[in-house]
């Protein structure tokens, strides 16, 4: 990930926008294609595993999981907000021994970021430029499960992006949001070993699970 993507991650995901999400967490739970991630994974079981969670926002991954009795969820995220938002939630919830969260570009951590039973990236690898770098590493750290939420590579999806990055730019924001090709994202993460057990398209957002 870019030096300017990094920067307008921690600009994009602030801390008033950790704040709002936090609430609408509490109050409405988990976005739909987050709760559709959430039950794919339950179906294969989570009592007893680890989980790696990247790019994990405010927490709702960890705190779905560690309800479900996954003994330790790791969560690293390159927004200091998202961090110390979903620090203080799994604290108030009393998972805080169980949670560990990291600040930084996961691809530049992995080497020191242990292997988990279960990997999740909600909608993450759109909001990163190298992707292959990204899915490759996060793949290598998956012993079983591997589930991801990302757009559908369709034109609206590609056309919604233009406009949304021209705007970006036009604000003098360096965040940038990628439409990675479906493909590509399938091909690497077969070619690491896993096979894709659950897939569902909804809107512009696809969410997929795969295992080894």
């Known amino acids: 990930m870019s030096t300017c993507q ?10 008033d926008l950790a704040a709002s999400q936090l609430r609408r967490l509490r109050a409405r739970g988990p976005q739909r294609t987050t709760r559709l991630l959430v039950e794919a994974i339950r179906r294969y079981g989570v009592a007893g595993r680890t989980v790696l969670d990247i790019g994990g926002g405010v927490g709702a991954i960890l705190q779905a999981l560690l309800a479900s009795d996954a003994t330790a969820v790791t969560d690293v995220d390159a927004s200091t907000a998202y961090i110390e938002t979903a620090r203080a939630e799994a604290d108030r919830l009393g998972w805080g021994e169980k949670a560990r969260f990291l600040h ?53 999806a590609r056309v919604g992006v233009r406009l ?21 994202v399938d091909g690497i993460l077969r070619g690491a070993g896993l096979s894709r057990v659950y897939h569902h398209a909804r809107g512009l957002w696809q969410v997929s699970l795969y295992a080894r």
């Open 164 to 184: 949304a990055n021209a705007v970006l730019g036009l604000r003098g924001d360096p965040f940038r949001i990628f439409v990675h090709p479906t493909a590509r």
């Open 104 to 156: 930084g570009n996961f691809v530049e951590l992995a080497p020191r970021v242990e292997p988990a039973d279960i990997v999740t990236l909600d909608r993450v690898i759109c909001c990163y430029d190298d992707m292959e770098s990204l899915v490759a590493a996060s793949a290598e750290r998956a012993r079983g499960l591997y589930g991801l939420v990302f757009p559908r590579s369709s034109w609206v």
């Open 6 to 15: 990094c920067q307008g991650i921690e600009s994009q995901f602030d801390r």
